[in-house]
């Protein structure tokens, strides 16, 4: 135990403090006791430790209420200086009492298999560090920056200073006296209309980052703090298809589509009518949609989350924030959207249409990521279902018999790609710019499938392009 008598002080301060606490907690009913939670909720058992920072001076203090610790139990480390806070802080971590693992019955804020405490908690005092470096130019009146849970039983909290410098009379009469006041307004609430039920669903966020509506001019205070207030903004509500679709101007968007595989149905149409209107997008993944709640009551985002990180995902990442900023993103205006999302519909009621241009997307995401073989094959889907289809067109065209029909349909054995392409070409269902067109990329398709020769850039590049035409002309009934 350290002899300092700043350290000693520290810890006759939380001695008075846990038992002044216990004092008046015992006075309330079991009801008020439950409403009770924080840095400051010191019912037994109990145990508190701090880890001090000098030169400034900081404080964290962590609270927690482990049955398998002894109740009262209170470590007060040494003041270190910043230099070597964090090396200090990582020796202390690994010490016996931080290793268990996480228990079943236990929520860490960032659920990951076979968490230890130790882990739980390193991440709560990482973040009070960085809220160090961000105070340091900054006037905190105030010297409690409030509570963060790390364990179900462990809460962590920054202090600006000293804590002994706080009154004990006045933190347990505050806490004490919101326990009383908010048993009182939950029994009123009771009586009054209970609030809307969340609108539960999926979202994601549109990817490459868009920008919805007018740009925003930060001023020079909002550069200088980095703060960037344009974050969570909404753009505005719509309906698709009878779903309710919330859309941020950062691009994040939320739905009350619980079902999985229609929620992808949905996502990537837009992603493709975003394509197809000369917008850059990608495919959305199963991992990259977001668990999202919709506030029925103001249409806006409630909350959301995502299960793994993708670069799509990684744009909830708060950095991502500065280095993404509007000027960054493709601006689309809100009147455009909301007609990419009206054509969206049109086309989602067209379902053959749709499953085609599902290719055009998933075509375009692997173009960017430079992946051209998945890229040409992918678009040369959409070019020989074009083929086909006017193969099929030409012999309707020409009132030919269904067993006939049945024959030049049915297989490549006789009737193959290459003379499919010359018959429609000669008889002028493919002008003869497409049919040279086509010739060259079903060459490409040969060599790639038969003789492994690589798919290059330029021709992943054309393949793509021409794929979208296509797909423009095809759905042009529909949307334009």
Not at 218 to 245: C, E, M, Q
Not at 264 to 269: A, E, Q
Not at 423 to 441: D, I
Request: net charge negative.
């Amino acid at each position: 135990m350290s002899r300092d008598p700043e350290v000693k002080r520290v810890r006759d301060w939380l001695t008075r403090l846990v038992i002044r606490f216990r004092e008046e907690y015992d006075k309330l009913t079991d009801s008020e006791k439950r409403i009770l939670q924080g840095i400051y909720d010191c019912h037994s058992p109990c145990q508190l430790e701090v880890f001090w920072i000098k030169d400034p001076e900081f404080m964290i203090l962590v609270n927690t209420h482990f049955i398998d610790r002894e109740d009262m139990e209170i470590i007060v480390h040494e003041p270190t200086k910043t230099s070597s806070f964090l090396e200090k802080a990582e020796r202390i971590l690994e010490e016996p009492r931080w290793r268990r693992e996480v228990g079943k019955t236990e929520r860490p804020v960032f659920p990951e298999d076979r968490l230890t405490h130790a882990e739980c908690l390193a991440d709560r005092i990482g973040g009070c560090v960085h809220q160090v470096k961000n105070m340091l130019f900054k006037d905190f009146s105030r010297q409690d920056m409030g509570s963060m849970i790390f364990v179900e039983a462990g809460y962590v909290s920054l202090f600006k200073g000293n804590i002994c410098e706080l009154d004990i009379e006045q933190i347990v009469s505050k806490e004490i006296d919101t326990a009383r006041r908010s048993k009182q307004s939950s029994d009123k609430t009771t009586e009054q209309r209970q609030p809307a039920t969340k609108l539960r669903g999926l979202g994601t966020w549109f990817y490459p980052p868009v920008w919805i509506g007018e740009v925003p001019k930060l001023s020079l205070n909002d550069r200088l703090n980095v703060r960037y207030p344009y974050a969570w903004k909404k753009a505005f509500n719509h309906t698709l298809l009878g779903h309710h679709i919330v859309l941020n101007q950062d691009g994040l968007f939320a739905t009350n589509i619980e079902d999985r595989k229609e929620a992808l149905r949905i996502f990537n149409t837009l992603m493709d009518i975003l394509v197809v209107s000369g917008r850059p997008a990608h495919a959305v993944r199963e991992q990259e949609l977001a668990q999202s709640q919709i506030d029925p009551e103001n249409f806006t985002i409630a909350s959301y989350g995502f299960e793994e990180t993708t670069l799509r995902t990684s744009l909830s990442d708060p950095s991502s924030i500065h280095f993404l900023s509007p000027p960054l993103r493709t601006r689309i205006s809100g009147e455009e959207m909301i007609e990419i999302l009206q054509k969206t519909e049109k086309i989602l009621g067209q379902p053959e249409h749709a499953e085609t241009l599902r290719f055009l997307v998933e075509a375009h995401t692997h173009l960017s990521n430079a992946e051209f073989s998945q890229a040409f094959m992918m678009s040369w889907i959409i070019l020989e279902k074009h083929i086909s289809d006017l193969w099929a067109d030409l012999l309707k065209a020409q009132d030919v018999s269904e067993m006939r029909k049945r024959k030049l349909l049915g297989g490549h054995d006789k009737w193959t790609i290459d003379i499919i392409l010359e018959t429609l070409n000669l008889s002028g269902s493919l002008e003869p710019k497409r049919f040279q067109e086509l010739m060259k990329l079903k060459k490409k398709r040969n060599d790639f499938i038969h003789e492994r020769k690589r798919i290059a850039k330029d021709d992943a590049e054309t393949c793509v392009n021409l794929s979208k035409e296509v797909v423009k002309e095809l759905i042009s009934q529909y949307i334009m």
